[in-house]
């Protein structure tokens, strides 16, 4: 078997359930609540069998928090890439807007094939699921035949997953995640497939 065809194993899971230091819409901040640090234990405990040789995530704190936890579990290292941060809230950042009403009709338009959709002043939705899948991708050339845990967040997860398996992006709705659950997936000379 070559090294192309040595599958990675990719537990890709979100952040721990967060509290935030405000009320405004806002792209940074949130540190995990005491469910939350429960939450990001579990999770290193469900992955100890499978044997994880790294721990990735998103430099945002709540992020970084949740890998470090289960890092310490699973007895492995960290390392942050700016690409798995969760979609930026443009315009809407530092105001009290419903961020789920409207990001809702955004995610609704790409998921209806508008690869354009956007949040006012943020990412385009295709720009999240691409700068995600890069590291990925990275993560995948690096751990051939190994296990990774990969912490990220609700949406750039429902926004990447599909894209990843060529799935239709309606399944964006089938990964809703509650904090510290994970999407298993694997990854070859070949592409990614659900595990």
Known sequence: MSDLQCPTRVFLARHGEADYETDLVTDDGGSLSPAGRRQAHELGERLRGERIARVWCSPLSRAVQTAEIAAAVLGVDVVVREGLREYGVGSLAGTAADEGAELGPVFGAWVAGDDAA?????????????RVAAVLDEVRDAHRGEGVLVVS???AI???????LAAPRATA??????????VALEADGSGWRAV
Do not use: F, K
């Open 118 to 130: 956007r949040i006012p002043g943020g990412e385009d939705v295709a720009a999240i699921a691409a």
């Open 153 to 155: 967040h609700g949406g």
């Open 173 to 182: 709705y089938d990964l809703v995640l509650p904090g510290g659950g994970h």
């Open 158 to 164: 429902m926004t990447t997953v599909p894209v990843l």
